[in-house]
């Protein structure tokens, strides 16, 4: 059950999201329960982030990050700065300093697309934990202006069929699956 102080501490996004299937709700309820004040916070075992799938809407084309931690091509994304409390703000600078693209912007809306709790294994000095990932669109319409932010952590443009294929996690696979009627609804528009 979420309290009053829980929800207060909680972004409006996420109390209000609607899941898709029932790994989502279990997924939803588990960061629903987070007791903490600050559910960002990167020393609590369950800590929220917010990270965004990039696209491009006229080609039809997803961008992911190949992550060094975790060994797999992902999106972008991560954890707040002290202070932010706002997810899609979160998105937004994490996927600015990761990709350089600086024209990016919620796409088709503002709205989360997909809530997920991400196992994360030990490493940087942090022990194995987990991520409450609430997850967005965000689009460019300069895609030629990605560029890695370090030499080992490239970003390559995909099909969406390829990025699901390429990705190894099944949650961003399901993110990705998402995707699929935005983009098609995109492409029909533009005919």
């Given at each position: 059950m979420v309290t009053t102080a829980m929800a207060a501490a909680l972004p409006a996004q996420i109390t209000s999201y609607q899941p898709q299937g029932a790994k989502e709700a279990r997924d939803l309820d588990r960061i629903l329960s987070i007791s903490e004040p600050d559910p960002w916070l990167r020393e609590i075992p369950l800590?929220?982030?917010?990270?965004?799938?990039?696209?491009?809407?006229?080609?039809?084309?997803?961008l992911l990050r190949w992550h060094e931690r975790q060994q797999a091509w992902l999106q972008v994304g991560g954890h707040g700065d002290p202070g932010?409390?706002?997810?899609?703000?979160?998105?937004?600078?994490?996927?600015?300093?990761?990709?350089?693209?600086?024209?990016?912007?919620?796409?088709?809306?503002p709205d989360l697309i997909h809530v997920v709790v991400v196992q994360v294994p030990a490493g940087r000095g942090e022990p194995a934990h987990e991520h409450a990932d609430l997850r967005f669109v965000l689009a460019t319409g300069?895609?030629?202006?990605?560029r890695a932010e370090t030499a080992g952590s490239p970003v390559r443009w995909l099909s969406l069929a390829d990025a699901i294929r390429l990705t190894s996690a099944d949650n961003l696979a399901e993110s990705l699956s998402r995707l699929r009627p935005m983009l098609a609804a995109a492409a029909q528009a533009s005919r």
């Open positions: 800590h929220l982030t917010g990270s965004a799938i990039i696209v491009h809407p006229e080609s039809g084309r997803v932010e409390s706002d997810p899609l703000a979160v998105a937004l600078r994490e996927a600015t300093e990761e990709t350089g693209l600086t024209d990016l912007v919620p796409w088709p809306a300069s895609p030629e202006q990605a």
